[in-house]
């Protein structure tokens, strides 16, 4: 069975500094996608960032880049320049198909 | 754009009453997904559907029925409720794409107590 997890249940940073989420993940398969999506206090599920396994350049999205180690089973989230509005619950997911999620590091910014 | 669609986004039922939670959606995605967060824990899957008339279990259906007579509605059942239940449930949507890279977008929740 496939399992993500985040064993950081809380994390915080000062506002403009960076800050890196942690996950690990279990699988057998060799194809597969991994996804952070982030969840702010309006409960609405917003996607961050994506990779796809097969490929070896970490995805970047602006202030957000994914440091894959696939060898490892790791990919961690790594936000840059954070600001107040990055506050929310972080979800790691992986899916060949469907998605299977991990628990969630809820960050908090300190301005 | 609409996107994905639920209600309601709040209710109270009690132990044994049913109802049915509503999903639309407006792109025209094949794939649809019903999802439940419980208090500090990730999302579970519960049913998903990969086209009309085509559903299947996801990791925690027990207790729930889900229908897809059209692409764009995928309603939730749940029929005796039970306080196990209480969580707040999402529906999802994505395209589907050979290489399995869907991005599934996400209604806002609904939050659901079973008393």
């Known amino acids: 069975a496939q399992t993500v997890t985040q064993s950081q249940p809380e994390m915080s940073v000062q506002e403009a500094e960076t800050v890196t989420l942690s996950c690990t993940y279990d699988t057998s398969e060799s194809d597969y996608y991994l996804f952070w999506y982030k969840q702010p206090p309006s409960r609405q599920m917003i996607l961050v960032i994506r990779q796809e396994a097969y490929k070896q350049q970490n995805a970047t999205e602006n202030r957000f880049s994914v440091n894959f180690q696939k060898a490892a089973k790791s990919f961690s989230l790594k936000i840059s320049d954070s600001q107040l509005g990055d506050a929310a619950m972080y979800f790691c997911?992986?899916?060949?198909?469907?998605?299977?999620f991990g628990k969630g590091t809820r960050l908090s910014v300190i301005a | 754009n609409a996107g994905v669609t639920q209600t309601p986004k709040f209710r109270i039922l009690k132990i044994g009453q049913s109802m049915t939670l509503q999903c639309t959606q407006d792109m025209n995605h094949n794939y649809m997904y019903w999802y439940r967060q419980d208090p500090g824990m990730g999302l579970k899957l519960i049913y998903y559907s990969v086209g009309a008339g085509i559903t299947d279990k996801g990791e925690v259906p027990n207790g729930y029925n889900v229908s897809r007579s059209t692409t764009e509605d995928f309603p939730l059942r749940l029929e005796l409720a039970a306080p196990s239940q209480t969580s707040v449930y999402f529906c999802a949507s994505s395209t589907y794409r050979e290489s399995g890279a869907n991005v599934l977008t996400f209604g806002a929740g609904s939050r659901l107590t079973v008393l």
């Open positions: 997911a992986y899916r060949t198909r469907p998605l299977v």
